[in-house]
């Protein structure tokens, strides 16, 4: 999504908040939920976001979300527009992982992370709902049996590894139908290191594991595609701080952008073609 995009979606948002509101004679601006600190933000008429530093594409690229290029800092201007922020009301802040999850005050009126959504979680932080419901992909290195691949079929007869217990083994053993057993293997690193010394063929990881791991870990490593999508995704949230007085209004623009098409839209250009992400069939 380009600046261009962003400013559009904003002007969007600012008429439809100016033809549903009451007039306000005093005040010469269209979206004053923004403007006049109706939204309470960290600080007035600013939007303060927060992701991880680095932040791998195609969540965003070139480690830069004020771009808004890549598909998280896209939905986060996106929702941004959606409350009435223009493209340079909103801040970024660099934030680990576990600062976005630990309990307490937060550097951010929202974070976008790849962060998924658990009741655990929730006993401490507040979640929109979900902007992507993630995808479970398949993996593999260059020059192995499975480098090639392109239909589900390709993969039946191959040596597939997934981690016990997990949404990703269900997934490739529905979808998938593969002739022999799919190894289990304790925890991602297990499967990992499984592909890595030859043991399996090919590996089934959640989208956001397979893009992060075929572009820092795996020397090699190769995203074969992504799985038709099964009945109990994991989701990912905007994550704000337990109690946030912007929960409601977040979660209603997270709402709104999947109920036209926006996330929708961001998902294919930025995850499925921008990523080499296609689904399997």
């Given at each position: 999504m380009r600046t261009a995009r962003f400013l559009a979606l904003a002007a969007a948002s600012a008429l439809a908040l100016a033809a549903c509101a009451p007039v306000d004679e005093g005040s010469d601006d269209a979206s004053s939920a923004a403007?006049?600190?109706a939204l309470a933000t960290l600080t007035e008429g600013v939007l303060t976001i927060g992701t991880s530093d680095p932040a791998y594409e195609p969540w965003v690229v070139g480690n830069d979300p004020a771009s808004g290029e890549g598909f998280e800092a896209a939905v986060a201007y996106a929702v941004a527009a959606e409350l009435g922020f223009d493209a340079d009301q909103v801040e970024w802040v660099p934030v680990t992982f576990d600062q976005i999850i630990a309990p307490g005050a937060k550097s951010f009126d929202f974070a976008i992370n790849q962060v998924s959504i658990s009741p655990e979680r929730a006993e401490n932080l507040d979640f929109s709902s979900s902007y992507y419901d993630t995808a479970q992909a398949v993996v593999t290195l260059e020059g192995t049996a499975a480098d090639g691949a392109a239909t589900l079929?390709?993969?039946?007869?191959?040596?597939?590894?997934?981690?016990?217990?997990?949404?990703?083994?269900?997934?490739?053993?529905d979808s998938i139908d593969p002739t022999s057993d799919i190894q289990v293997f304790n925890d991602n690193d297990q499967v990992k290191q499984a592909l890595s010394a030859g043991l399996v063929d090919a590996i089934v990881?959640?989208?956001?594991?397979?893009?992060?791991?075929?572009?820092?870990?795996?020397?090699?490593?190769k995203l074969v595609g992504q799985l038709p999508a099964g009945d109990d995704p994991d989701q990912l949230g905007l994550v704000l701080d337990k109690g946030s007085a912007l929960t409601g209004a977040v979660t209603d623009a997270v709402?709104?952008?999947?109920?036209?098409?926006?996330?929708?839209?961001?998902?294919?250009?930025w995850l499925t073609d921008t990523a080499g992400a296609p689904v399997l069939k």
């Open positions: 403007s006049d600190g079929a390709d993969l039946q007869g191959l040596r597939l590894g997934a981690m016990v217990g997990t949404t990703s083994l269900q997934v490739a053993q990881v959640d989208l956001p594991t397979a893009l992060y791991i075929t572009a820092a870990e795996l020397d090699g490593g709402d709104a952008l999947r109920e036209d098409g926006t996330l929708a839209d961001l998902e294919a250009e």
